[in-house]
């Protein structure tokens, strides 16, 4: 069974940090890339990172270039999202999910087939 684990998140003010993690199981962690999203209620659920299994490509929203950084480390099976000068508009919660398209740009997240529960991101100014 696939399952992923999403932690992490929390309450921060504005400049702040936090790092989340996806932790998962039940499929070939190195077979594929993981994808980070967020999700606003009333809004489509946007792409926000990537890391490619080979760990030779990574994605990043243009909303989150140079404060986010992904990273995987294949012995945990867990990739993770550090998040750094954190604003009010990345309030959002935040989803992982194995990504067999390798990071490709464009894939909606309805093709995606397996997803974590989720957790919150709150920044506050």
């Known amino acids: 069974e696939v399952q992923l684990v999403e932690s992490g998140g929390g309450l921060v003010q504005a400049g702040g940090s936090l790092r989340l993690s996806c932790a998962t199981s039940?499929?070939?962690?190195?077979?594929?890339?993981i994808a980070w999203f967020r999700q606003v209620p009333g809004k489509v659920r946007e792409g926000v990172s990537c890391?490619?299994?080979?760990?030779?490509?990574?994605y990043y929203a243009d909303s989150v270039k140079g404060r986010f950084t992904i990273s995987s480390d294949n012995a945990k099976n867990t990739v993770y999202l550090q998040m750094n000068s954190l604003k009010p508009e990345d309030t959002a919660v935040y989803f992982c999910?194995?990504?067999?398209?390798?990071?490709?740009?464009?894939?909606?997240?309805?093709?995606?087939?397996?997803w974590g529960q989720g957790t919150q991101v709150t920044v506050s100014s």
């Open positions: 999910a194995p990504d067999p398209f390798q990071c490709r740009i464009g894939v909606r997240p309805q093709e995606y087939d397996y």
């Open positions: 039940g499929f070939t962690f190195d077979a594929y890339a």
């Open positions: 890391i490619s299994s080979s760990e030779d490509r990574t």
